[in-house]
């Protein structure tokens, strides 16, 4: 089986073509096109959609040349349907929808947040862990229990992706500044306090997000390393009590935030302390990307028939507990 899957939700435009042997899948290829706005700025999503509409043919053109597939060969489609902004996500809806109904494929909607998880199983092995998701968009800590991922916590606020691209926006960055952010830590040791949120499993980092802007003027990579060392323990404290309490003996780090060394050695730590086995979504598709997309799609096409074009839909808000896993 082979499934074109398109990532839309946000910043990145993406096609991928994924083949599905027996288990497994093989990535034939990964096109991205990333929207950037100006330094300071956040994501403006018309101007995301409209980035999105201009480069979705050749983004489309170019995956399906180095995956050497032409559209006839596709057995199905699937695409990101939400969460997200809804600009961006009506771009990627509308190319599946047309290629569903002129090409006579099958077509599928995919939840994004089951995306980053399917793929960060497939690609690290990966069983029946308890999931970090940590992107632009989630912070939730996850477990599979009958049919569903539940969410054991989960951030009160902002997500740990829009709390390092504040900071760094805020320093006249450009989005996503995740990786500066890191790049500027690791030049500093000097950690500065600043406000440690965890209330039951869930935490919130607004107050971090505050604290973090007033201590810039002793020096960014004070603030940046400050900021990650809290931050991190945070989610490295409730990422402890939900291994306590699950007993998983596996633990998965998916999301954009994955690519963080320093929150990789701070999670790997805690795995180690509790007989757990540590993986981490590879830095390639730890953010958002069509592979993700793809590979659900296979999945669910495994178990169920393609959607009706009258229900392919998007919504900006679809909380990952709520849809019911088939396969
Ligand atoms: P996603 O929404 O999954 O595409 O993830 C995007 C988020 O990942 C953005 O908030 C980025 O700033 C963040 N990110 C990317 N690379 C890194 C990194 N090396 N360290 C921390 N955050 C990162
Ligand atoms: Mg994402």
């Not at 093989?26 to 999503?45: A, F, N, Q, T």
């Amino acid at each position: 089986m082979i499934c074109l899957g398109i990532e839309s939700t946000a910043h990145t435009f993406s096609c991928a073509i994924i083949e599905k042997r027996g288990k497994n899948g093989k990535i034939l290829s990964d096109v991205r096109k990333i929207y950037r706005p100006p330094e300071g700025e956040g994501i403006h999503p018309r101007e995301a959609s409209r980035h999105h509409a201009e480069h979705s043919p050749q983004v489309l053109s170019e995956c399906l040349e180095k995956a050497d597939v032409k559209i006839t060969d596709l057995d199905l489609v699937s695409y990101a349907a939400g969460p997200g902004l809804g600009p961006c996500l009506r771009i990627g809806a509308v190319v599946a929808r047309s290629l569903s109904s002129y090409y006579g494929v099958p077509v599928y909607p995919v939840n994004h947040a089951l995306g980053h998880i399917e793929l960060g199983k497939m690609l690290t092995g990966a069983k029946d862990p308890l999931v970090l998701l940590v992107s632009g968009g989630h912070t939730m800590i996850l477990a599979f229990l009958g049919k569903r991922w539940r969410v054991f916590g989960e951030t009160l606020d902002i997500t740990l992706g829009q709390l390092l691209d504040q900071i760094g926006r805020h320093a006249g960055f450009a989005s996503p500044c995740g990786n500066k952010i890191e790049e500027l830590a690791s030049k500093s040791s000097n950690y500065e306090p600043l406000p440690y949120v965890v209330k039951g499993n869930d935490v919130s980092f607004s107050g971090l997000l505050s604290a973090t802007k007033r201590i810039i003027p002793k020096g960014l990579e004070i603030a940046c390393f400050s900021l990650q060392e809290t931050a991190f323990s945070m989610i490295g404290e409730a990422v402890e009590r939900a291994l306590s309490f699950t007993g998983k003996k596996e633990f998965l780090v998916v999301g954009g935030v994955a690519a963080n060394k320093r929150l990789s050695e701070i999670l790997q730590s805690i795995c180690d302390r509790h007989d757990c086995k540590f993986f981490v979504s590879p830095k390639e598709y730890s953010g958002d990307c069509g592979s993700q997309i793809s590979w659900v799609g296979l999945l669910e096409a495994s178990k169920k028939a393609g959607s009706k074009l009258e229900d392919t839909f998007v919504r900006q808000s679809w909380r990952l507990d709520t849809v019911e896993i088939s396969y």
